[in-house]
């Protein structure tokens, strides 16, 4: 069974553009998260989707947005991108049949976004 | 809200030597306990888990137990090896509304030298 995937693996952007990143979830799975990491602030939960529906969400600013399609494939966006948004962002891929048990997530390799 | 702390890194070891990375968390109700390892590169990976008090999660060598009465969750293995050199991640997800919501800790650095 393929694992998850995530496109691009690296990007550059200016300060200002936007970006899409997309993330394929592991076949069958329905729910995708996604994660910011860096190295000041380590491993930050962004949202969280399941049937196409938002059914968490971070502490992050909403130039940072996402969406999932009926296929359960997910896309984040972010809009007038600052330096600090320079990270590696990953996304995992878990069934979502519970809500808090211990359902595992499997990540993808991320993408690696550099704001200049 | 929810906390994961880990013992500060970076962790530099010899081959076969034993290892610990101190784990503890705080969160409300009975959240799952994850392990996740990071290789240079690449995504994370899970190493191991366990969902209630007095659980063990192991896994290649590696073992963590689910310590309710100190909150904690403290991995471990008897003979590193060097290609167990990465980023090691303790993680927790708490129930109710949570949903796909992890917690990590900051991440230990272990480096094994032959």
């Known amino acids: 069974k393929a694992g998850v995937t995530q496109t691009p693996r690296y990007l550059i952007k200016t300060r200002g553009q936007q970006v899409t990143l997309s993330c394929s979830p592991i076949?069958?799975?329905?729910?995708v998260s996604w994660y910011q990491q860096t190295p000041g602030q380590g491993l930050q939960f962004l949202f969280e989707?399941?049937?196409?529906?938002?059914?968490n969400k971070g502490n992050f600013p909403g130039r940072f947005s996402g969406r999932q399609f009926s296929n359960s494939r997910s896309e984040m966006n972010v809009s007038t991108l600052e330096l600090g948004d320079s990270a590696l962002y990953l996304c995992a891929s878990s069934l979502g049949a519970g809500s808090g048990g211990p359902e595992t997530q499997y990540f993808g390799p991320g993408t690696r976004l550099l704001v200049l | 809200g929810d906390s994961v702390t880990q013992m500060e890194g970076p962790v530099t070891l010899s081959e076969e030597a034993f290892l610990t990375i101190n784990c503890t968390y705080t969160?409300?109700?009975?959240?799952?306990l994850f392990w996740y390892v990071q290789y240079p590169g690449e995504g994370l990976q899970l190493l191991l888990k366990?969902?209630?008090?007095?659980d063990k999660g192991s896994n290649k060598g590696f073992e963590a137990t689910y310590r309710k009465e100190t909150t904690s969750f403290h991995l471990e293995k008897g003979s590193v090896q060097v290609s167990d050199s990465a980023v090691y991640f303790c993680?927790?997800?708490?129930?109710?509304?949570?949903?796909?919501?992890?917690?990590f800790g900051q991440g230990t650095i272990l480096t094994v030298h032959p």
């Open positions: 989707y399941f049937s196409e529906t938002q059914r």
């Open positions: 993680a927790l997800k708490s129930g109710g509304t949570s949903y796909g919501k992890l917690t």
């Open positions: 076949s069958g799975h329905r729910s």
């Open positions: 366990a969902t209630k008090a007095d």
């Open positions: 969160a409300t109700g009975y959240p799952s």
